[in-house]
């Protein structure tokens, strides 16, 4: 019986070292083009090795688009199994990160490399208490690959950040999923709406110390509620405090 060769797999169009390799290139381009302007970028750097630093870029991040789509559509069936006492809808959302924001994570973080990575893909589910993020939490690590565990909960970052991360493993790329709870989504959405309108990288520590104390404070009220616990009266007059101080720098809500 005549058996049917098997097709020879496709070679991928890069490399890793070359996509590593296009990301420094277009922070440099990038970085050159501010500093220099454009025409000093094209000159340094080459219109063409620009365009096929960008497809490289483009490509990696593509391979990140159905193991996305997997893990958000398992998620959704997670939340559903761990969320059906609670009453409405359960926030389940999905994005890749943007090409410029990948750039932008090289240039925060000197040592990365775009195929080191973890956050390309990302996937967010905004659950109604800590109880229900917790929960969650141990149903995926039961049922996913996961390889890494943040907790801004028990640890939360310098500016406030809380929210359970979890990096798991499908299809052979790295997925992160966020677990936050309403009140930690809220504070997450403000800071960062709040740069965007100002043109400032909040979320990232830029601006200035006197809104990171106001935003700072805010989380760890809103920790408390969160635990079932009532704020104490210094730290809701601090908050006070704090906001009289930059109000009239923060976007107004007109």
Known sequence: MSTTPAMPATKPPFSKGQVNRAGKLLLDARNTTRQEGTDRASEKFG?????????????????????????????????????????????????????DTMIDKLSREPTMQVTQMQDIGGVRAVLPSLRHVYALTRRLRKS????????????????????????????????????????????????????????????????AGEIHAY??????????????????????????ERYAIIKDILPSDE
């Open 144 to 207: 996913w690959t996961v390889i890494k565990v943040r907790d801004y909960i028990a640890e939360p970052k310098t500016s406030g950040y809380r929210a359970l991360h979890l990096i798991v493993k499908r299809s052979g790329y790295p997925v992160e999923v966020q677990l936050r709870t309403v009140r930690q989504h809220a504070w997450a959405n403000l800071v960062e709406e709040d740069g965007r309108e100002m043109g400032v990288g909040l979320k990232f520590g830029v601006g």
């Open 215 to 240: 935003y700072l404070a805010l989380s760890e009220v809103l920790a408390l509620i969160d635990q079932g616990e009532c704020p104490p009266d210094e730290l809701q007059a601090a908050i006070m």
């Open 47 to 99: 219109g063409a090795k620009i365009v096929k630093a960008s497809d490289a870029v483009a490509w990696w991040r593509t391979l990140h688009g159905r193991p996305l789509s997997s893990v958000a559509a398992n998620l959704r069936y997670h939340v559903s199994r761990e969320g059906g006492q609670v009453g409405g809808q359960i926030e389940v959302a999905q994005r890749l990160k943007r090409h």
